[in-house]
């Protein structure tokens, strides 16, 4: 009898203890969503229970918003010039190119006379001889910064061009890299590197991430610098990645207070211009753009893409008062086959006809209110209770837009 009181006193320990746990939790959880601004059921609030020091453990961002300057302009004159170029990639394990690709094989054919290789008339008369299965034709690219000096190294991309199924292992031939005035700037050759394999035997074949496109580090050497005179402009113009009016006047105000000797004026929304102090030179500004901070204002953007569903909310966008109703059809198609057989002793025959069965389920209209201003975190939780998917998502915020009650830009992708 001991024993029996002693199992049942633990059973009511283990039963009683979560019981009152639970409940406290649900409690907790009521009242928080109970002081949301959100006008939601009560059974469709959600249980949130946030972190105890903020988002993934953090109370707050590390430097409160600032950023630095030169993630939101680039220096006029100081661009990224792109190069292009038509290479072969040789040294394949017959992965490369096959006789479908004829544009391989007259590349083939134009290095080798380039180089010299006497080459018997038949091969220039029937070029489908030749089996670049060891060869691929690929294009080169890579970015020149206009301040690079002749014999500076610079990273490449390689991508085949034909039908070529892997260019790994593969050595990039002297490739000329192009500008858009036609002129040679850069040369790169090497071995390519990619970021995963390729192996097939007897018609199978296995392969991780893409294997016809790849990377040479520092495999170009620049052989002729652009023209400029950035380094001996009195004046720098800061162009802003994505115009605004109220991050121009806080970009001048701070490039004005780290040199008190400068003079900071925004042109446009797009611009700001710095005139200099005497004695100093542009590149000391540029470099000052990294460790110069300021307090971006908001975003009021929202970017939704139709294509995945994905939707990104701006920290400065709100939504007017607005009663949102939605709800899903499901069409389901369901293929059957039916069989019509003779009489009996007749002379027809049997004859399978197939068909499909359409089918139309709407579920339940959902319906939610936002009241005045309601916040992006406010319409976040509203659309995460009611179990709004993300295509639902996208097409809501279109309709707050049309409806005139979305106070920011939408920008659909």
Not at 117 to 137: C, E, G, K, Q, Y
Not at 140 to 162: F, N
Not at 378 to 402: H, M, R, S, W, Y
């Amino acid at each position: 009898m001991a024993l029996l009181r002693s199992a049942l006193a633990y059973l009511r320990r283990c039963w009683v203890i979560p019981l009152a746990i639970a409940v406290a939790m649900t409690g907790a959880a009521q009242a928080l969503a109970q002081s949301s601004m959100i006008s939601l059921p009560d059974a469709q609030r959600p249980q949130f229970d946030p972190p105890p020091h903020g988002v993934l453990g953090f109370s707050q961002g590390e430097r409160l918003g600032e950023a630095a300057i030169a993630d939101f302009v680039h220096v006029r004159g100081a661009r990224v010039n792109h190069l292009q170029g038509l290479g072969i990639v040789a040294g394949l394990q017959n992965t490369g190119d096959n006789q479908m690709a004829l544009y391989s094989i007259q590349l083939v054919l134009n290095t080798l006379a380039h180089e010299g290789v006497t080459l018997p008339p038949s091969l220039l008369t029937s070029p489908l001889m030749i089996m670049p299965i060891d060869l691929a034709s690929v294009t080169v690219t890579a970015e020149m910064p206009s301040y690079s000096r002749k014999g500076t190294r610079l990273d490449v991309w390689v991508s085949a061009l034909g039908n070529a199924s892997s260019i790994q292992g593969g050595n990039l031939l002297m490739t000329p890299l192009k500008g858009t005035d036609g002129q040679v700037y850069a040369v790169a050759q090497g071995p390519v590197s990619i970021a995963g394999y390729f192996a097939g035997a007897m018609g199978a074949s296995i392969s991780t991430n893409f294997q016809t496109s790849g990377q040479i580090l520092l495999g170009a050497t620049v052989e002729r610098q652009v023209a400029g005179s950035f380094s001996k402009e009195s004046a720098v113009q800061l162009d802003l990645e994505d115009p605004d009016a109220e991050l121009a006047e806080a970009i001048a105000s701070a490039v004005h207070d780290y040199f008190r000797d400068s003079l900071a004026v925004v042109e446009s929304p797009g611009s700001v211009k710095v005139e200099l102090p005497a004695g100093m030179s542009p590149a000391t500004l540029a470099a000052a753009l990294g460790k110069i901070k300021i307090n971006p204002p908001m975003s009021d953007k929202v970017v939704v893409n139709e294509k995945t569903g994905t939707v990104v909310i701006g920290g400065d966008v709100t939504v007017g008062k607005a009663s949102v109703s939605y709800g899903d059809y499901t069409v389901t198609i369901q293929p059957q086959l039916q069989v019509s057989q003779p009489n009996a002793f007749a002379t027809g025959r049997t004859v399978a006809l197939r068909t499909a069965r359409v089918g139309l389920k709407q579920q339940k209209s959902r319906f939610f209110m936002t009241p005045q201003g309601a916040s992006v975190g406010q319409v976040t939780e509203t659309l995460n209770a009611v179990g709004v998917k993300p295509t639902d998502t996208v097409a809501i915020f279109e309709a707050l837009k049309q409806a005139g009650v979305l106070y920011g830009r939408l920008v659909v992708r």
